[in-house]
């Protein structure tokens, strides 16, 4: 069907907060939709929980991988078996507010702009406040996501029936923001939807909070993917360190 909506989540032991996330997109209000989950070699019960949901709701799909290889490539493989008009990224420990999915495709169908992406909640592991919302702005431009990715995974929403497929750049962090910007090289602007329509969840040891971690690969990432010269990547890395930096700071 036209709005058709295909969900990608990669998975890896993430039996504590699969139930949560899982009622979360049967909670939708718009129920055309296919979930892909990638299981990673999960150690857990992530994959005996996922296949209990299977077998009551059709719309879910699991593929379970024997070696892990990491969120990009389990990624790609969701979106290289996607179906649906839209495309939309939930991470298996994330969740969405009811109308997520609904808001989106009446935004795009509302402004024209086939890459829309929405504010959240800031939370803990527990569910509990730990930093402000996070209200995107309006609009995102290719340089925008260069120094700062605004665009979160958990709301990002793409009409890939007219900005055609794309795939994740195969690097260990950053490569949500390889592909939000593939896209960007193809259109102005990406639509930032001011509503809190979902829940990022916020844990201890996750990779995207170590932002001394994360140096390294973003100037990797300037330098090696997008090939940006030396002082080109040193301007968007200053930016990049000072928006963090103010991003989290309540």
């Given at each position: ?132 919302d996070f209200i995107v ?114």
């Amino acid at each position: 069907m036209n709005d058709l909506v295909s969900i990608v989540t990669p998975v890896f032991n993430a039996a504590d907060f699969l139930e949560q996330t899982i009622a979360s997109v049967q909670s939708q209000t718009h129920v055309n939709w296919e979930w892909i989950l990638i299981d990673d070699a999960s150690s857990d019960q992530s994959v005996t929980i996922i296949q209990a949901h299977q077998k009551k709701d059709p719309r879910i799909h699991l593929i379970t991988l024997k070696a892990n290889v990491g969120s990009a490539q389990t990624r790609n493989l969701g979106i290289e078996k996607a179906s649906g008009k839209y495309l939309t990224f939930l991470d298996a420990d994330d969740l969405w507010l009811p109308h997520f999915i609904q808001t989106s495709i009446q935004t795009i169908q509302q402004t024209n702009i086939p890459f829309v992406f929405a504010s959240y909640h800031r939370l803990n592991e527990q569910l509990e406040p730990l930093y402000s919302d996070f209200i995107v702005p309006n609009k995102v431009t290719y340089t925008d996501i260069l120094k700062s990715n605004s665009i979160s995974c958990l709301t990002a929403f793409v009409d890939v029936q007219t900005l055609g497929k794309k795939f994740m750049p195969n690097v260990r962090k950053r490569q949500d923001m390889g592909l939000w910007l593939q896209y960007l090289k193809e259109i102005p602007y990406a639509y930032g939807i001011a509503e809190v329509l979902a829940i990022y969840r916020i844990r201890k040891n996750s990779l995207s909070r170590n932002k001394k971690a994360l140096l390294a690969s973003q100037w990797y990432y300037y330098r090696k993917v997008e090939k940006l010269s030396f002082l080109a990547s040193a301007y968007y890395m200053t930016h990049w360190m000072v928006r963090g930096f103010l991003k989290y700071r309540n």
